[in-house]
């Protein structure tokens, strides 16, 4: 059966300017993180991914390390965009990184010429993709000076190979590091990806982060919008000592009781609003037009959709926005 996209999908989930860039982002991108890969039969893939885009989201974030091996969630999302998308790749922003273990030996990580190179060529050809619109530094290189890496990038845009460039996991301080030399390249650095949910708050608020972004024309894109889950009404009675935490959130472990308490009460907020805590996470987010997009994951229709409904309540009150950041203290 041929796939045709929904004609009203640009009428469900709103847009966001990045910064006074010209990239536009939906404000929920899909994200393949965990949720698709080699251990997920395709057609499941598949239908999740077109149902993501028939509700208005064309951002897909992608990284050569995700999936259950490396690059399988890149070859899924390239096995139904050759199949199903391709017609509306204009549409689409179709975001990778690189800087994680990829590949075998020393030059199969971190963000050297040759090994951001190499990995944006493969990420192209798991995709089935001539370009990627955005693609990203995905960690800080403590051993790679930083101007080879600005560099590097550079030449990829040069190349025809990206649109923009981006950074993730990096602190405010390596961000403008960063920057600068993209300014004086004239590269088109648009976002600094990282993790920020209401429980971690650090790596985006400190030190003037989104100020920073927003002084060179850039915007943050937030992942892990539910702490792993956290955020949502499953472990409203406790989580296991083993929970798979992100490394950002890792201190969450060690005051579980405090956790379980400010969970709680954010639930009881969501409550009040008609939402579910997943759904206020996400407005929370969203209440700073410097964030640009939030990436999240869903390996169910059901799933993505209970996110997507956020969309029909982003405006949070003073009042609310007060005893949220009560309960956050």
Same mark, same amino acid.
């Given at each position: 059966?041929?796939?045709?996209?929904?004609?009203?999908?640009?009428?469900?989930?709103?847009?966001?300017?990045?910064?006074?860039?010209?990239?536009?982002?939906?404000?929920?991108?899909?994200?393949?993180?965990?949720?698709?890969?080699?251990?997920?039969?395709?057609?499941?893939?598949?239908?999740?991914?077109?149902?993501?885009?028939?509700?208005?989201i064309y951002s897909f974030d992608n990284a050569s390390n995700y999936g259950p091996s490396n690059g399988s969630a890149e070859e899924t999302f390239g096995a139904v965009f050759n199949s199903d998308l391709k017609a509306y790749r204009d549409e689409l922003v179709i975001?990778?990184?690189?800087?994680?273990?990829?590949? #075998?030996?020393?030059? %199969?990580?971190?963000?050297? *010429?040759?090994?951001?190179?190499?990995?944006? !060529?493969?990420? /192209?050809? $798991?995709?089935?993709?001539?370009?990627?619109?955005?693609?990203?530094?995905?960690?800080?290189?403590?051993?790679?000076?930083?101007?080879?890496?600005?560099?590097?990038?550079?030449?990829?845009?040069?190349?025809?190979?990206?649109?923009?460039?981006?950074?993730?996991?990096?602190?405010?301080?390596?961000?403008?590091?960063?920057?600068?030399?993209?300014?004086?390249?004239r590269t088109p650095f648009v976002t600094n990806q990282v993790s920020y949910n209401m429980l971690h708050r650090n790596e985006a608020e400190d030190h003037d982060m989104l100020s920073i972004l927003d002084q060179h024309h850039a915007g943050l894109v937030a992942y892990? #919008?539910?702490?792993? %889950?956290?955020?949502?009404? *499953?472990?409203?009675?406790?989580?296991?000592? !083993?929970?798979? /935490?992100? $490394?950002?959130?890792?201190?969450?472990?060690?005051?579980?009781?405090?956790?379980?308490?400010?969970?709680?009460?954010?639930?009881?907020?969501?409550?009040?609003?008609?939402?579910?805590?997943?759904?206020?996470?996400?407005?929370?987010?969203?209440?700073?037009?410097?964030?640009?997009?939030?990436?999240?994951?869903?390996?169910?229709?059901?799933?993505?959709?209970?996110?997507?409904?956020?969309?029909?309540?982003?405006?949070?009150?003073?009042?609310?926005?007060?005893?949220?950041?009560?309960?956050?203290?």
């Amino acid at each position: 059966m041929v796939y045709a996209a929904q004609e009203d999908r640009y009428e469900k989930v709103p847009a966001r300017r990045v910064s006074d860039s010209g990239l536009i982002l939906p404000a929920l991108s899909f994200g393949l993180w965990r949720n698709l890969g080699d251990q997920k039969p395709l057609a499941n893939s598949r239908e999740v991914i077109l149902k993501a885009f028939d509700n208005g989201i064309y951002s897909f974030d992608n990284a050569s390390n995700y999936g259950p091996s490396n690059g399988s969630a890149e070859e899924t999302f390239g096995a139904v965009f050759n199949s199903d998308l391709k017609a509306y790749r204009d549409e689409l922003v179709i975001t990778t990184k690189a800087g994680y273990h990829m590949w #075998p030996g020393p030059l %199969g990580e971190f963000s050297g *010429r040759k090994t951001l190179r190499a990995a944006l !060529d493969l990420s /192209l050809q $798991r995709m089935h993709l001539d370009y990627v619109d955005i693609f990203y530094a995905h960690r800080w290189d403590p051993n790679t000076n930083l101007e080879e890496t600005a560099v590097a990038l550079d030449s990829l845009v040069r190349q025809g190979k990206a649109l923009y460039v981006g950074v993730s996991n990096y602190t405010a301080e390596q961000t403008l590091a960063i920057a600068e030399i993209f300014k004086e390249l004239r590269t088109p650095f648009v976002t600094n990806q990282v993790s920020y949910n209401m429980l971690h708050r650090n790596e985006a608020e400190d030190h003037d982060m989104l100020s920073i972004l927003d002084q060179h024309h850039a915007g943050l894109v937030a992942y892990g #919008p539910l702490a792993e %889950g956290l955020l949502t009404d *499953r472990y409203l009675g406790g989580f296991p000592t !083993d929970f798979p /935490l992100h $490394r950002t959130n890792a201190g969450l472990a060690d005051d579980p009781k405090g956790t379980v308490a400010k969970l709680n009460a954010l639930n009881a907020v969501a409550a009040d609003r008609g939402q579910t805590l997943a759904q206020l996470a996400m407005a929370w987010l969203l209440k700073d037009p410097r964030v640009a997009s939030i990436v999240f994951g869903a390996s169910s229709i059901d799933h993505l959709i209970d996110n997507i409904k956020v969309t029909d309540n982003l405006e949070l009150s003073v009042e609310e926005l007060q005893k949220i950041e009560n309960i956050l203290k």
